[in-house]
């Protein structure tokens, strides 16, 4: 296990699966699924669902309403996210907590730095509903701010492509892939990775981000475990270190294999 505590980032988009709208079952079945066997590594588990296929604030203005209510809307969209990923969850015998930046007490625990922590430390998969509870505002940067409120190792963005590339691989068949790459390149190349006061978050508090396709089976696992999936950024765009029990297990293994090559 490399990350002792992860935020997984899902849009609330990637739930439709081929939809035009709302939530495809077999994908919220599918996220549940991966969420759970990630969790069997003995990794903490916290998610940020967005809420774009039910509702995004911008669109409150082509409806002619208000920002700010848009924005409300929205958030209250990724509390039905969320509530859906609880349910699927639970369905799967995975103890998770549901707790949302906008307080909907029979539905959901308001969002308590403290009591989050504790959720993770006893295994559960935490769940922030309504972003941070503030308009104007993105998952993304929800996101970013739980990660860093919770201390996570980093924030795993998963999307449908399955990392960041040069330009964008849907229009441009030259496209390709960075498997890493620093924070400042990615001001400098103005590639879109989140929105910026996502974005900003995390570099200016070191966490880093992996941009990785969700939708793979096992994409989220392998990652967990250590292997490079999708592209990685970071301050110096280099691998962050293992956690000590991490260190602690490659340094055996290495004392193990140099012992039998000796032997041998
Ligand atoms: N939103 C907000 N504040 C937040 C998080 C979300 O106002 O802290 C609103 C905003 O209108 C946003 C919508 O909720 O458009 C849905 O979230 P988002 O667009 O991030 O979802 P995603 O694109 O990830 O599906």
Known sequence: ???????????????????????????????????????????????????????????????GLDRVQGDYMGMLATVINSMALQSALEKLDVNTRLLSGVTIQRVCEPYIRRRALRHLEKGRVVIFGAGIGSPYFTTDSAASLRAIEMDADVVLKGTRVDGIYTADPEKDPTATRYPQITFDEVMEKN??????????????????????????????????????????????????????????????????????????
């Open 1 to 63: 296990m490399k990350y002792k505590r992860i935020l997984l980032k899902l849009s609330g988009e990637a739930l439709m699966g081929a939809q035009q709208y709302g939530i495809d079952a077999e994908r919220l079945m599918q996220y549940a699924k991966e969420i759970k066997t990630a969790t069997e590594t003995g990794t903490q588990i916290a998610v940020v669902i967005g809420g774009g296929n039910i509702f995004r604030g911008v669109q409150a203005e082509a409806f």
């Open 191 to 264: 590639l879109n990775v989140m929105d910026m006061t996502a974005f900003t978050l995390c570099k200016e508090n070191n966490l880093p981000i992996i941009v990785f396709d969700m939708n793979k089976t096992g994409n989220l696992q392998r990652l967990i475990d250590g292997e490079t999936v999708g592209t990685l950024v970071t301050m110096n765009g280099t691998q962050p270190e293992a956690d000590e029990a991490t260190q602690e297990s490659n340094l055996q293994s290495t004392i193990e294999t140099t012992t039998s090559t000796e032997q041998a």
